[in-house]
């Protein structure tokens, strides 16, 4: 018996092995210009949703269109031209930034929420497990290059790190960038290791096994652990049902060798970060703002998820001060 467990952990160490080293090899493969430069998307053409829906102070537009889930909040009195791009993280979609969307909309700003292929109602392209960074920020440019003037750029966690690759491959010269619980400017195996998860072994073990970032929010406990306090506007039940599955490679992508940050960018940059957040801590998040010379406003009653925990609202709010400070138009 002893012996075959013990042929059993060789095998099973041999799998990660040889997993991980495929994984090192493909993301050595990508190039982030060949793939902003290829046509990306192959979502069915037209739209498979158009819904509109009018409140008193703004109208909300939500639709499907080649193959990629958008939600509009456009105010009917607008005290801006430019509008906000969402982007989502991990296990997310669109519909996370619902509150902030409303929020922003009552203060005058349009706001576009999209869908990753594979994320909400965004039908997958290519087998999750095979999306990468430069992957999604083709999707990222492509729903920029729609906007009719350079919009606010807006990301939360790894659509922080995925703005970061915006401002380093794509366009550093936006309006202003808004990093909210963003992925450390250098790696993020740093913050990894810094993470106190009873189960924590079982997570990588089983993430590694099946390359698969979805074990981190396996159940709702555990997507509470990482993601919400027990301020959140949402129970760990009702926010662990609208999460999906997510690549594992996208964590190792913003790492050396695949991923330096640039030096410098030139828009203004705000760092959101939330006081409770256990994912990206406030001591990485001042070394992020430090990096890019931005400004940072902590929510003292958030984790990770500012957009539905803690003071979301005065947090929003703030950002919108912060926003209209800059003299955008």
């Known amino acids: 018996m002893r012996r075959t467990i013990g042929r059993l952990l060789n095998l099973a160490g041999a799998y990660v092995t040889f997993e991980g080293a495929f994984a090192m090899l493909f993301l050595a493969s990508r190039d982030v210009h060949e793939t902003l430069a290829t046509q990306q998307n192959k979502g069915f053409p037209g739209h498979s949703l158009s819904k509109v829906i ?51 909309a009552e203060q005058g700003w349009t706001s576009y929420a999209h869908s990753l292929p594979g994320h909400a109602l965004s039908p997958a392209q290519r087998p999750i497990p095979f999306c990468t960074l430069d992957y999604y920020l083709s999707f990222l440019k492509r729903e920029v290059d729609r906007c009719e003037r350079k919009p606010i750029l807006m990301g939360h966690s790894m659509g922080g790190a995925l703005t970061q690759w915006y401002l380093k491959y794509v366009d550093d010269a936006l309006p202003a960038a808004v990093l909210v619980g963003p992925w450390v ?127 979301f609202e005065g947090t929003a709010l703030s950002i919108d001060a912060w926003l209209t400070a800059q003299n955008i138009p």
């Not at 499907?64 to 791009?85: L, N, W």
């Open 185 to 311: 400017f250098d790696a993020t195996f740093g913050t990894l290791l810094d993470l106190k998860l009873d189960d924590l072994p079982n997570i990588v073990l089983e993430s590694a096994l099946a390359w698969s970032a979805a074990p981190w929010v396996r159940t709702p406990e555990r997507a509470a652990n990482v993601l919400i306090s027990p301020n959140a506007a949402v129970t760990p039940e009702e926010l662990h049902a609208r999460l999906g599955p997510e690549s594992a490679l996208v964590l190792i992508q913003h790492n050396p060798p695949f991923w330096t940050p640039p030096e410098r960018v030139r828009c203004p940059v705000l760092l959101v970060a939330g006081a409770l957040d256990t994912v990206c801590p406030p001591k990485h998040m001042k070394r992020t703002a430090q990096h890019y010379g931005a400004e940072m406003i902590v929510d003292a009653g958030s984790a990770h998820n500012l957009m539905m925990d803690g003071d």
């Open 54 to 104: 009018r409140y008193k102070h703004y109208t909300v537009t939500h639709e499907i269109e080649d193959g990629i889930e958008r939600v509009t909040y456009r105010p009917h009195e607008p005290k801006h031209e430019t509008p906000i791009v969402m982007q989502h993280g991990m296990w997310h979609g669109a519909w996370c930034w619902e509150r902030w969307q409303r929020i922003l």
